[in-house]
């Protein structure tokens, strides 16, 4: 079945500092690719999404391009802020409207 | 701006007691999920609903039921509580956008 893998946190930066957060999946068909993000107290909120290879997905400073020859879709942030601390989920689509979820990165910036 | 409310938002339980988790969208949606959420392993689909009246098993529905009360409500219930249920739920809604899921904010569960 469809699978998602991410890098294991958490990762720390100072703030300003570029992310990348790594995410390879495995799946039959064609997927959609998604980066939902979880603040502290909160239930996750979609971050950004992209439905075919080659598209990237972009919203609030971060982006991901689906990437089908290496099932990659990694997420990157040229200068990261406080309020970016958060986990970051990666996942696919698995079936009729449901979606697989990976781990979940912590991420920590500190000022 | 409800969105999806789930209420308790804490629970403690003994091991072997009932309960149910409520959850209620108010944006017309068709279908509803509950995940759990546990350390190292992400969120993982309990069960689902893709519209009033039906509902199927996820990936991990032993120990629970579920029922689409309406089209709004989607509860979730624990017949008899363990410790492996200790866990974060969340329960979420959908528009026909394939994986745009709308969640709410979670319910702590500790199975003592």
């Known amino acids: 079945g469809n699978s998602v893998t991410q890098m294991e946190g958490p990762v720390t930066l100072s703030e300003e500092a570029f992310l990348t957060i790594n995410c390879t999946y495995t799946?039959?068909?064609?997927?959609?690719l998604f980066w939902y993000v979880q603040y502290p107290g909160e239930g996750l909120q979609l971050l950004l999404k992209a439905t075919k290879a080659d598209d990237k997905g972009s919203n609030k400073g971060f982006e991901a391009t689906y990437r089908k020859e290496t099932t990659s879709f990694h997420l990157e942030k040229g200068s990261v802020q406080v309020s970016d601390s958060a986990v970051y989920f990666c996942a696919l689509t698995g079936g009729y409207n449901k979606l697989i979820f990976g781990a979940g990165t912590r991420l920590a910036v500190h000022p | 701006n409800a969105g999806v409310t789930q209420t308790p938002k804490f629970q403690v339980l003994k091991t072997g007691q009932s309960m149910t988790l409520q959850c209620a969208q108010d944006?017309?949606?068709?279908?509803m999920y509950w995940y759990r959420q546990d350390p190292g392993m992400g969120l993982r689909l309990i069960y689902y609903?893709?519209?009033?009246?039906?509902?199927d098993k996820g990936e991990v529905p032993n120990g629970y039921n579920v029922s689409r009360l309406n089209k709004r409500e989607f509860s979730l219930r624990l017949e008899s509580a363990a410790p492996s249920q200790t866990s974060v739920y969340f329960c979420?809604?959908?528009?026909?956008?394939?994986?745009?899921?709308?969640f709410g904010s979670g319910t702590q569960l500790s199975v003592l």
């Open positions: 944006m017309n949606h068709n279908s």
């Open positions: 979420a809604s959908s528009e026909e956008t394939i994986g745009k899921l709308f």
């Open positions: 609903s893709a519209s009033e009246g039906t509902t």
């Open positions: 799946a039959t068909g064609y997927p959609s």
